[in-house]
């Protein structure tokens, strides 16, 4: 997700920042009822025709951010000599560690106007690997490469986490390289809307990780869980990942969550357009004194934000980030599922009050076996396969109270609920049948462009 700067004074130094330029930071992000959006974010897996080969940067893909800027009108952005990103009206097209194409829509009001916009840009993307031989697969985890393989983006920020990272969390180069995410960003109109909000996400977070998985293979076999995605991010830096339990403690605000970013290690800070190498070190140390004669800026702060990974993460949206990336209606039907959830008042209550009554516990524990076991996992405990059963009809009500008449978009949410049988179900009985990985993806429309 790109942030955008929300402070005026965004690029001035200062000799000591505090807690209150970081609380004046989320203030300003909040917006009324009438103003809120929706944002979605994509990421794609590019491969050669027969599945064979990662597609590499200098081979393949600034070819095709280059053809995007050339025959559609994208403006690109570069690192050094590099070309690394497009922006286009509030949307940008950026590149994950292993040249996974992240798309970032621009906020919209409706579901429908994101299919129109998604629509629009899987048009562009299947024209330009026309005659490429290429193929982009919308799934959770490279099913065939393992991270030895796969290729760098020439961005300083990846080699320093690339560097960084791995020592902390055996995941870390299978995250960076291998895995590609769906997710969804909703506003927050004040810090108690925000607190409703943060607690229903990271909640129910392995209810949509369930719902979602489309990962179960690693290196062309079965990986031994249903989303080797999920196990990625499980195996990351503990300082930088994971479900949150700061979000259920009863005070719980903006305060207490900038301590906790406070406290996260530093990757990169940005100067002057150059990416500067701050890994390891200490954030609350640096706002106090600086490093290196290097000054903190209110700038910092968002980059700050984009250096931590929870089940879900405030910045200036929320941002629920633990969804499989997968076939197009699943990348509408998750976000139908939040829009309904958080921004219905109604069912925000509901979710809030069993949260209330169970305690983040409870779905600290789904978390931690969700991305293994899927819905095996729920047949196994029944009470938590009456809680996904809630949050889909408190989803579908969310909507139609909303009135904007997208309850059409959790159809396939409640077929895969209703069946007990997700993707990732459905692509393991197909590997089992001696279905080939190609036909596998062909059939379950993991085939998001190709060329």
Not at 134 to 157: E, F, M
Not at 291 to 315: H, I, K, M, N
Not at 403 to 413: D, R
Not at 423 to 435: E, N, P, R, T
Request: aromatic share 14%; charged share 20%.
């Amino acid at each position: 997700m790109e942030v955008t700067p929300i402070f005026s004074l965004a690029f001035m130094a200062f000799t000591q920042l505090t807690i209150d330029h970081f609380l004046e930071y989320f203030r300003q992000a909040e917006k009324p009822r009438a103003q809120w959006k929706l944002g979605l974010e994509q990421e794609l897996i590019g491969y050669d025709a027969d599945l064979k080969h990662r597609l590499t940067y200098e081979g393949h893909i600034r070819g095709v951010l280059e053809a995007f800027a050339l025959r559609f009108g994208w403006k690109g952005y570069q690192e050094g000599a590099h070309l690394i990103g497009l922006k286009q009206y509030g949307s940008s097209i950026t590149l994950e560690p292993g040249g996974q194409l992240e798309l970032s829509c621009a906020p919209m009001q409706t579901i429908g106007e994101i299919d129109a916009f998604l629509k629009q840009y899987q048009i562009q993307l299947s024209e330009i690997s026309q005659g490429r031989g290429i193929k982009w697969l919308s799934i959770g985890y490279d099913p065939i490469s393992h991270p030895d393989q796969v290729g760098w983006v020439p961005k300083k920020r990846y080699q320093v986490m690339g560097e960084y990272l791995p020592p902390l969390g055996a995941g870390a180069h299978h995250m960076m390289k291998t895995t590609a995410t769906a997710q969804s960003n909703l506003d927050y109109s004040s810090e108690a809307d925000m607190i409703q909000k943060m607690r229903a996400s990271t909640a129910f977070a392995p209810f949509v990780g369930i719902l979602f998985g489309t990962s179960p293979f690693a290196k062309g076999q079965p990986a031994g869980c249903k989303s080797r995605r999920g196990w990625a991010w499980r195996n990351m830096s503990p300082q930088h990942t994971g479900f949150l339990d700061l979000i259920f403690e009863p005070d719980f605000g903006y305060r207490q969550y900038i301590e906790y970013i406070l406290d996260v290690p530093m990757l990169v800070l940005e100067r002057n357009g150059e990416i500067v190498d701050m890994r390891g070190v200490n954030f609350r140390e640096f706002i106090k004194k600086g490093y290196q004669g290097l000054s903190p800026e209110l700038a910092d702060w968002p980059v700050q934000l984009g250096a931590t990974f929870p089940v879900a993460r405030l910045r200036n949206a929320i941002e629920t980030r633990t969804c499989d990336a997968g076939p197009y209606a699943m990348l509408l039907g998750q976000a139908a599922l939040w829009k309904g959830l958080l921004y219905c008042q109604t069912c925000l209550d509901w979710a809030n009050e069993v949260i209330a009554q169970r305690g983040g516990g409870f779905f600290k524990e789904l978390y931690e076996q969700s991305y293994c076991y899927g819905f095996t996992y729920l047949k196994e405990h029944k009470e938590y396969d009456r809680l996904m059963q809630e949050f889909l009809e408190q989803a579908q009500k969310g909507l139609e109270r909303l009135g904007q008449g997208e309850e059409a978009y959790l159809a396939l949410v409640k077929a895969i609920f209703e069946s007990r049988f997700s993707l990732a179900d459905q692509l393991l009985k197909g590997y089992a049948q001696g279905v080939s990985m190609d036909q596998l993806f062909e059939e379950t429309d993991l085939y998001f462009a190709r060329g």
